[in-house]
């Protein structure tokens, strides 16, 4: 699954129907052949460190591995990831859990998933890029990740961490876990970097560097943004990966803490 590119232009152009979205999201994904992207100029990690984060395969996929989308454990039977990530039937996706390398299926836990929860305003206004999927199986005894409920986190500066499992444009292994620090840009930088593009400042997280270099990309949609031991950002959107001046989007846990926890439960 790619992380989303065209969406909030669109949004902003007026021009991107509910129905659409659903098309062009699940077409995200790269095509059989193309390589995938994720974590740029990070550095490997285990997942016995951040062992809520989730890789969430999906049978679509054209990774051998079925490498789809990163999620984050916040319940023992629920998941958090992005809208974007959730436009297929609940039956064709795979909740995995402690496996650092993708390709070794003799490590780690799966569950599928029974249902999935969409944010109901997303696609009908800038971002709400927030899902809830239920696991068929818990994932008993595995440390979680408490959501960030202050959207006075989001603050020029923070030094927030971004995981995933992606390619990594020839910067590490791919289908391997990596991280990849991406310190806040705040929103006035990407409210004026994506002018026009749907940039969304009371409900959307600015990350990375100026001048590019590391950053999220795709097949790291979803996945967990984390400052100070909490869910701080979900994988949303971006233009290119790690490129000067495009920084990635992700969509700010605190601006929807409450409906995301109504549905935790």
Not at 218 to 243: E, K, M, T, Y
């Amino acid at each position: 699954m790619a992380r989303l590119q065209l969406v909030r232009a669109l949004l902003a152009a007026g021009v991107l129907t509910t129905a659409s979205i659903g098309a062009l999201s699940a077409s995200a994904a790269p095509a059989p052949g193309e390589p995938e992207t994720g974590i740029v100029g990070g550095d490997i990690a285990h997942t016995a460190d951040a062992p809520w984060a989730i890789q969430l395969s999906n049978s679509a996929s054209p990774d051998p591995t079925g490498e789809y989308c990163g999620s984050t454990l916040v319940a023992a039977n629920k998941i958090v990831t992005a809208a974007h990530c959730s436009t297929e039937a609940a039956s064709t996706y795979t909740a995995i859990q402690g496996r650092d390398v993708l390709s070794d299926k003799s490590t780690g836990k799966e569950s599928k998933i029974s249902s999935i929860w969409v944010d109901p305003a997303y696609g009908k206004e800038g971002g709400h890029d927030v899902a809830v999927m239920t696991l068929a199986t818990p994932f008993t005894g595995v440390p979680t990740l408490a959501l960030e409920t202050s959207t006075a986190a989001d603050t020029a500066g923070a030094a927030s961490v971004v995981y995933g499992w992606g390619g990594t444009e020839g910067t590490g292994p791919d289908d391997t876990f990596q991280k990849v620090a991406v310190p806040v840009l705040g929103d006035p930088y990407c409210s004026d970097v994506y002018a026009g593009q749907g940039y969304t400042p009371a409900g959307e997280i600015c990350a990375g560097y100026e001048n590019g270099g590391k950053d999220s990309c795709q097949g790291d949609s979803g996945g967990p943004l984390v400052l100070n031991g909490r869910l701080f950002g979900v994988v949303s959107w971006g233009i290119g990966c790690a490129d000067a001046g495009n920084p990635g989007v992700y969509a700010e846990v605190a601006t929807y803490a409450a409906e995301l926890q109504a549905q935790i439960g």
